[in-house]
C-alpha cells in the first residue's frame, strides 16, 4: 500500500462558507477502531469554524468529541506535545473510496528516536492545497522530505526529549511533491498533523523495507532549520482507553 493514501488534508470553512487550508491528518486503524490523529492545534480549528476532508463526492465533515493534548496556561504555542485525535468509525465507510486507514501492524510502539536515522514526513503544505473559492473545489497533493534525524545533542537545546521527539535537519530545496519531483512550497504551514514513517524489514533476512508510522508532524522551526514530530506512542495510550 501507498502511505501517502493514508495521509489526508483537513481544510476549515468560514462562517461565510469559503474554504481555506487548516493542516494535514493520519487515517489509521487502532484497537479495533478507526481514527483520525494530527497535531492538537489543527483540530483547534474545529472549536471555531467547521473542518472537513475534501472527498471526490464533496467535503466528509469531521465531528465529535476530539480528544487533544492539554494545551500550556500560555497556550497551544507551547505546546511541546501537540496531539489529538477523532474516532471515525460513524464516517470511516463515508471515506474509503478516497483513503485508506493504515493498519494496526504499520505502527511502531517501541521505535528509540536516532540521529542517524531517515524519516520520511509526509503532508500537506497549505501551498499544496488549492481551494477554487468561487466553486468550493479542492485540489491538494501531498509532499514528502526524507532526512537523518539531527544528533541527540541537539534535542536538549531546542527544549525537546529524543523520547517523545523527533527532529530532521530541514532544506526546502529537498521536498518533494506527489510524484517524487522537487517540488519547493513556499513554506511548511499546512504540513502539521501528517505522518512520520521510517522503514523497517519484513524480516532479519529480508531487506525489503516495510513503512511504519512512527510520529505526527507538530512544527518546523525555521530558525533551527529542523521538522519537528512528536512520538505516536502518546496518542495510541488514550486511544487504547476510548
Not at 12 to 34: C, D, H, K, M, T
Not at 100 to 114: G, K, N, Q, R, Y
Not at 144 to 169: C, F, N, Q, T, W
Request: with cysteine; net charge neutral.
Amino acid at each position: 500500500m501507498q502511505v501517502k493514501n493514508t495521509v489526508v488534508p483537513i481544510v476549515g470553512e468560514s462562517s461565510n462558507g469559503q474554504p481555506y487550508p487548516v493542516g494535514s491528518g493520519v487515517l489509521l486503524e487502532f484497537g479495533n477502531a478507526r481514527w483520525l490523529v494530527s497535531a492538537a492545534h489543527v483540530l483547534d480549528e474545529a472549536d471555531h469554524n467547521t473542518i472537513y476532508i475534501p472527498g471526490k463526492s464533496g467535503p466528509i465533515p469531521l465531528e465529535g468529541d476530539f480528544t487533544k493534548s492539554k494545551a500550556p496556561d500560555a497556550g497551544r504555542y507551547d505546546d511541546l506535545i501537540d496531539l489529538g485525535f477523532l474516532n471515525m468509525d460513524k464516517i470511516g465507510a463515508s471515506i474509503s473510496n478516497d483513503y485508506i486507514f493504515l493498519p494496526e501492524w504499520m505502527i511502531s510502539v517501541d521505535h528509540a528516536t536516532e540521529s542517524g536515522r531517515n524519516y520520511l514526513f509526509l503532508g500537506f503544505p497549505h501551498k499544496a492545497v488549492k481551494v477554487r473559492k468561487d466553486q468550493r473545489k479542492i485540489r491538494s497533493r501531498p509532499h514528502s522530505y526524507e532526512a537523518k534525524g539531527v544528533e541527540l545533542e541537539r534535542y536538549s537545546s531546542m527544549g525537546l526529549d529524543p523520547k517523545i521527539h523527533i527532529a530532521i535537519s530541514f532544506d526546502a530545496k529537498r521536498a518533494k511533491n506527489e510524484n517524487g519531483q522537487i517540488e519547493v512550497p513556499k513554506d511548511q504551514h499546512g504540513t502539521s498533523g501528517g505522518g512520520v514513517w521510517i522503514g523497517e524489514p519484513r524480516s532479519e533476512a529480508d531487506q525489503v523495507l516495510i513503512p511504519m508510522l512512527v510520529g505526527i508532524i507538530i512544527e518546523h522551526r525555521a530558525s533551527e532549520k529542523v521538522l519537528l514530530a512528536t512520538k505516536i506512542v502518546p496518542l495510541l495510550k488514550h486511544m487504547r482507553c476510548k
